[in-house]
């Protein structure tokens, strides 16, 4: 079974392998090889380098935002199951569900938070002087209160603009990814250039380096293609 480990290792083995060969030899290999595994390699030293740029200004921006986000108010967390229709699961400042890590063992889910979006109206189904239109209207008007806050935090630090950066890195190593998968090398230079465009494909998501294992399975019928494989 490939697992991400096992290829991140059998990657460094290629790319040690290929440095072990000869100059004249990989140049004489480069002369033969499909050009557009060729592109793909000259291509990939800005790629690698643009979504290394884009991670460093993300990862950046989310310790910018943990700093100047406002506090999540207590009574914003919904406790009663009985309420979660006017609750959303707890994002980050990415949109991801924030998934609790301090219970090891046991199954936990997101918190969920009340949303102005649920709660707006909500207060005006109950009579005037009733404990709970009078809860639910303090709710509507602190979840949004919360929620404006929350979101001018992610804009000052440009959130927004950090994801789109980082996703036109990560496209164009999926890009190149799929595209060295369907090419066949005719050369140990074109393998070792599928091998490392595959490579940089895992280290940018869990999904994107399943993408990257699955690609892999081609690499087998490459070698075999390159250097024969009859089975005694």
Same mark, same amino acid.
């Given at each position: 079974m490939?697992?991400?480990?096992?290829f991140l290792r059998?990657?460094?083995?290629a790319g040690a392998s290929f440095a072990a060969v000869t100059a004249p030899v990989i140049a004489d290999a480069a002369q033969k090889e499909d050009p557009i595994l060729l592109d793909i390699r000259d291509r990939m030293p800005a790629a690698a380098a643009a979504f290394r740029a884009a991670s460093v200004a993300m990862d950046a921006a989310v310790t910018r935002f943990a700093e100047i986000a406002p506090v999540l108010p207590d009574e914003l967390i919904c406790t009663d199951r009985r309420e979660h229709?006017?609750?959303?699961?707890?994002?980050?400042?990415?949109?991801k569900e924030v998934w609790p890590?301090?219970?090891? !063992?046991? %199954?936990?889910?997101?918190r /969920?938070?009340?949303?102005? #979006?649920?709660?707006?109206?909500?207060?005006?189904?109950?009579?005037?002087?009733?404990?709970?239109?009078?809860?639910?209207?303090r709710l509507y008007q602190t979840a949004l209160t919360y929620e404006k806050a929350?979101?001018?935090?992610?804009?000052?630090v440009g959130i927004a603009a950090r994801e789109e950066e980082l996703y036109l890195a990560i496209d164009t190593l999926r890009r190149m990814a799929s595209?060295?998968?369907?090419?066949?090398?005719?050369?140990?230079?074109?393998?070792?250039?599928?091998?490392?465009?595959?490579h940089a494909l895992t280290v940018c998501s869990d999904?994107?380096? !399943?993408? %990257?294992?699955?690609?892999? /399975?081609?690499?087998?019928? #490459?070698?075999l293609a390159l250097f024969g494989g009859g089975v005694a």
């Open positions: 490939i697992t991400r480990r096992l059998s990657s460094a083995a229709w006017l609750s959303e699961r707890e994002t980050d400042c990415r949109t890590r301090d219970m090891p !063992g046991r %199954a936990t889910m997101p /969920r938070i009340y949303a102005a #979006d649920r709660l707006k109206g909500i207060a005006e189904t109950y009579p005037r002087r009733s404990k709970l239109r009078s809860r639910y209207a929350f979101e001018a935090s992610r804009v000052e595209k060295a998968s369907k090419t066949v090398p005719n050369s140990l230079t074109g393998l070792v250039i599928k091998a490392e465009v595959l999904e994107d380096a !399943g993408w %990257a294992l699955a690609y892999a /399975r081609q690499l087998p019928d #490459d070698i």
